[in-house]
């Protein structure tokens, strides 16, 4: 199938062939999938080791192109994303989970008006796309950003493994010693300040952005009972699931938004 470049005149038909050489997808029932959501008339066949697509007019190239940045930027993104995360030195688990929340942070990223913007004006002068090729040559500001995501997730896990092995030491450093009061409610907000107290005499406000100071300091006093109310919105993640290991069977948390 020969491709016609694009010459935007209405009821005039243009044909492209798209391609992948390295992602294992059924390429042709993506594009049906994303095509379909447009509403425009297309055609689909199989061509030269790829998908024919035939369009019609300049809304068909606009449909066209907002279809091929909804396979690139969310459909693909989890082969980029995987690659980048076998790339982390860690165990088979832990890179599964920095690819999950790697892959559900990328996909965040809604706007495909720019993508589109540079596949309506390539697919205006070529007649073949190799998908991979677009993505690493002309999309590096997303390959980037995925590369962030991994980043970030990398971060977190490595950071939670930390917690994780540095609890089963400090658990078992409480629960060596006798309770020093009977229980202790901490709140835990967003921008990093801790609210505690016992409900009586003691009540301390400060902030602590890295955990360490409020851990340090609740061994120290070894209550009985510890209350944990989370309002921080999912920022303090690591820390509350730290507390939750090391006053493991003394602690009960509580999430949301409270009076």
């Keep these: 199938m020969k491709g016609k470049r694009f010459i935007g005149k209405e009821g005039s038909v243009s044909s492209w062939i798209i391609q992948t050489m390295e992602y ?12 379909r959501e447009s509403g425009a008339p297309y055609a689909l066949s199989a061509a030269m080791g790829g998908v024919g697509v035939r369009m019609e007019g300049r809304q068909g190239l606009h449909a066209l192109a907002k279809a091929l940045s909804g396979v690139l930027v969310q459909d693909l993104a989890p082969f980029e994303v995987a690659a980048m995360a076998d790339e982390t030195p860690l165990e088979l688990e832990d890179r599964r989970q920095v690819l999950d929340r790697a892959v559900a942070a990328a996909r965040k990223r809604k706007d495909l008006h720019e993508t589109a913007a540079q596949l309506t004006a390539y697919l205006q002068e070529e007649a073949k796309l190799c998908l991979e090729g677009f993505l690493r040559f002309r999309m590096r500001s997303t390959l980037l950003f995925w590369r962030l995501c991994v980043e970030d997730a990398f971060s977190g896990v490595l950071l939670e493994k930390e917690y994780g092995e540095a609890a089963d030491v400090l658990r078992l450093l409480l629960n060596a010693r006798p309770p020093r009061c009977p229980s202790l409610r901490l709140c835990l907000h967003g921008d990093g300040l801790c609210s505690l107290t016992d409900g009586e005499e003691l009540r301390m406000e400060y902030v602590d ?4 100071g409020i851990i340090s300091l609740l061994i120290g006093m070894a209550p009985a009972r510890l209350f944990v109310y989370d309002l921080s919105g999912g920022a303090r993640t690591e820390l509350v699931h730290a507390l939750t290991e090391i006053f493991s069977g003394r602690v009960c948390l509580y999430t949301g938004e409270f009076p």
């Design 24 to 35: 294992d997808v059924d390429l042709e029932r993506l594009l049906d999938a994303r095509l």
């Design 209 to 212: 952005e890295s955990g360490e």
